[in-house]
């Protein structure tokens, strides 16, 4: 080989490993006349887009948490990072429900690109479908994966180091996935990969180091210890509620609970670098500090969306017929008179009406809280499944009269206990009115009681 051809193939290697290198992080420059930097965090969304509406005081919220991040730009550059579970409830899911878990994985990548998201380190949660379904579902994202203990082999576009420059100073991020929660896309195990990760911070120098961690509160602890130059440790995955930050040696750790209902901050004074934490709570009256707040469209685009493909789902996988319906709360009415003119007071007898106020009334992941028997064979399993006639009455005709008749927009929890006893009962004469056997809506005596199976004529039960 001629000399020619040796230093052209050197200058190539050299030029290769430098792009390599390069891959492996992100350096971001930003200039601000705001006094402070707040790193703004959230963990553990488990795909939840907006409050049930089962609250009398809802908390998270996209509109909210997107209200959080105007009113701190007031008087502070926010940077916004999440450490993971945001994509999915959880880390093993159901196929029947696959294709609308998916739309909503997809949609937190959509809010995270508008919400202006910096930084993802994922969790297990996220990996819930596989390698491949968690990369098609970030396909569309805005913002780097961070994971500084991926695998050499790994198919997941990520990266192992953010730099972030502001006002000449530096923050360093990290990101550590335990590889106790999820295996496949990591390097090693916990100890060699926590190893390796100090290697790498320990050539730091001068500068503020965060790892955003998906290990669990205890996990966390451990690594302060074992790499003492971390400054901050942003956690998740057990959704610690830590008000005050946890520190260990110089390390200092946040974890600020789950679904978006509060989030973290760490706020530094770009002039001496004296750093505070706090805790917000995220309120519905942040979505207000937006005008015409373009995420209140997008919510309700989202609901009618998900409830399109949730119908289709429902009627896919449930269409068989069940056992034989449990008795509904219209068959305890007539001897437990005490226990129900309570029941009628209270916000249980009107649970379902919740539901309809917030348009979830489809939504699976809300049904089995307000109602009886959910996805049980002798309950029921698609929304259109939970009033069952004695004869064929047509559901349109019994719905619109409950819209028009019973249904309020004011909160159950709001209504006075006489106002939720009028209602109660007009919806038990509906019912009587409509030939319904079984009434599955609204949380019911069954929820809670056991009843005998030779109820109400075995006379050794002690009556109520």
């Not at 196929?95 to 969790?123: C, H, M, T, W």
């Not at 449990?326 to 916000?347: G, M, N, V």
């Not at 009033?387 to 008749?405: L, N, P």
Request: net charge positive.
């Amino acid at each position: 080989m001629n000399l020619n051809r040796y230093l052209y193939l050197c200058f190539f290697i050299l030029c290769l490993l430098s792009c390599q290198s390069q891959d492996n992080k992100k350096e971001i420059e930003l200039k601000t006349e705001k006094k402070f930097f707040s790193i703004l965090f959230s963990h553990n969304i488990n795909g939840e887009t907006h409050p049930c509406g089962c609250r009398k005081f809802p908390l998270g919220g996209l509109p909210q948490v997107a209200g959080l991040i105007e009113s701190i730009k007031e008087e502070s550059y926010p940077f916004y990072v999440d450490s993971g579970d945001a994509l999915f409830p959880n880390s093993v899911l159901p196929d029947a429900y696959a294709e609308s878990l998916r739309f909503g994985g997809e949609n937190i990548v959509e809010a995270f690109n508008k919400l202006g998201l910096q930084i993802f380190v994922p969790g297990d949660y996220d990996f819930a479908q596989g390698i491949e379904i968690f990369n098609s579902i970030v396909k569309k994202k805005q913002f780097p994966i961070l994971i500084s203990n991926l695998a050499k082999d790994s198919s997941i576009d990520a990266i192992k180091k953010v730099e972030v420059k502001i006002n000449n100073r530096s923050f360093v991020f990290f990101g550590f996935t335990s590889p106790e929660l999820i295996k496949s896309p990591l390097d090693s195990n916990f100890e060699s990969s926590l190893e390796n990760l100090k290697k790498i911070i320990d050539k730091e120098n001068g500068k503020v180091i965060i790892l955003i961690s998906h290990a669990g509160f205890q996990a966390d602890k451990k690594i302060a210890t074992q790499i003492p130059k971390i400054d901050w440790i942003i956690g998740a995955h057990t959704q610690s509620f830590l008000q005050e930050a946890e520190v260990v040696g110089k390390t200092q750790i946040g974890q600020v609970l789950s679904r978006n209902h509060y989030l973290g901050e760490i706020r530094f004074d770009l002039s001496n670098m004296k750093v505070k934490y706090f805790m917000h709570e995220v309120g519905d009256e942040l979505s207000k500090k937006i005008k015409n707040n373009p995420f209140v469209a997008f919510i309700e685009d989202h609901k009618k969306k998900l409830e399109e493909i949730q119908t289709k789902e429902q009627e896919k996988f449930y269409a068989h017929k069940t056992t034989g319906p449990a008795p509904t709360a219209i068959s305890c009415l007539e001897c437990h008179k005490k226990q129900t003119k309570f029941w009628y007071s209270t916000s249980h007898s009107l649970a379902y009406m919740t539901l309809k106020q917030a348009k979830e009334d489809k939504n699976r992941n809300c049904i089995g809280c307000h109602s009886l028997n959910f996805e049980k064979d002798n309950g029921f399993f698609t929304h259109d499944q939970i009033i069952k006639f004695s004869q064929k009455t047509d559901a349109k005709t019994y719905w619109k009269e409950f819209q028009d008749s019973i249904y309020t927009k004011e909160s159950v929890r709001l209504l006075s206990s006489q106002k939720r006893s009028e209602l109660s009962q007009k919806w038990v004469k509906l019912d009587s009115k409509s030939k319904v056997t079984h009434n599955f809506a609204n949380v019911q005596c069954l929820n809670c009681h056991n009843q005998n199976s030779e109820h109400p004529f075995d006379m050794k039960e002690k009556k109520l």
